[in-house]
T-cell receptor
Framework: AQRVTQPEKLLSVFKGAPVELKCNYSYSGSPELFWYVQYSRQRLQLLLRHISRESIKGFTADLNKGETSFHLKKPFAQEEDSAMYYCALGAGYQKVTFGTGTKLQVIP | SQTIHQWPATLVQPVGSPLSLECTVEGTSNPNLYWYRQAAGRGLQLLFYSVGIGQISSEVPQNLSASRPQDRQFILSSKKLLLSDSGFYLC???????????FGQGTRLTVV
């Protein structure tokens, strides 16, 4: 069965500090991992996906199959990064599975 | 381009009244459709998903039901609302489990 775990409900960091939002997954096949973000008063939207290996708004995430992790990282947090972040797992034609989300709070 | 519409944006309903939230997708065919409930501290909870017309899978037992009468229409319903049904409901679609999901603006339901 697919499962996504985000252990932190809330992560508070100071502006300029590094950020790491943790995500671990459980899936027996080859997964596709995503990070979604929801800013205040905006709809939930895709931030990045592991297959594109891109950096969006300074965020990166590397798929570690050995540790079954897909942590989201940013070297220097900005106030506008404050939002709700969801890790998601998609696998073939099965439904996408979301984690419970982590609220990132960047303190000025 | 593809778009997703979800309405109403807000709804206040008395306990015991029926519910109907509607979601439609434009610009694509045979999407997977989802209903989620978003709750503080509990994140994004999948309620129902559908891979085709008339095909509904329920993820959690509850007072709600879903229907897909047309390819791009997904409806969330209840015959009698409970106070615990209050929450923020999101509709979403994707083309397969491994692609990007697109979300509606959501519906804030308050049961009084």
């Amino acid at each position: 069965a697919q499962r996504v775990t985000q252990p932190e409900k809330l992560l508070s960091v100071f502006k300029g500090a590094p950020v790491e939002l943790k995500c671990n997954y459980s899936y027996s096949g080859s997964p596709e991992l995503f990070w979604y973000v929801q800013y205040s008063r905006q709809r939930l939207q895709l931030l990045l996906r592991h297959i594109s290996r891109e950096s969006i708004k300074g965020f990166t995430a590397d798929l570690n199959k050995g540790e079954t992790s897909f942590h989201l990282k940013k070297p220097f947090a900005q106030e506008e990064d404050s939002a709700m972040y969801y890790c998601a797992l998609g696998a073939g034609y099965q439904k996408v599975t979301f984690g419970t989300g982590t609220k990132l709070q960047v303190i000025p | 381009s593809q778009t997703i519409h979800q309405w109403p944006a807000t709804l206040v309903q008395p306990v015991g009244s029926p519910l109907s939230l509607e979601c439609t997708v434009e610009g694509t065919s045979n999407p997977n459709l989802y209903w989620y409930r978003q709750a503080a501290g509990r994140g994004l909870q999948l309620l129902f998903y559908s891979v085709g017309i008339g095909q509904i899978s329920s993820e959690v037992p509850q007072n709600l039901s879903a229907s897909r009468p047309q390819d791009r229409q997904f409806i969330l319903s209840s015959k009698k609302l409970l106070l615990s049904d209050s929450g923020f409901y999101l509709c979403a679609w994707d083309m397969a489990g491994g692609t990007e999901a697109f979300f509606g603006q959501g519906t804030r339901l308050t049961v009084v």
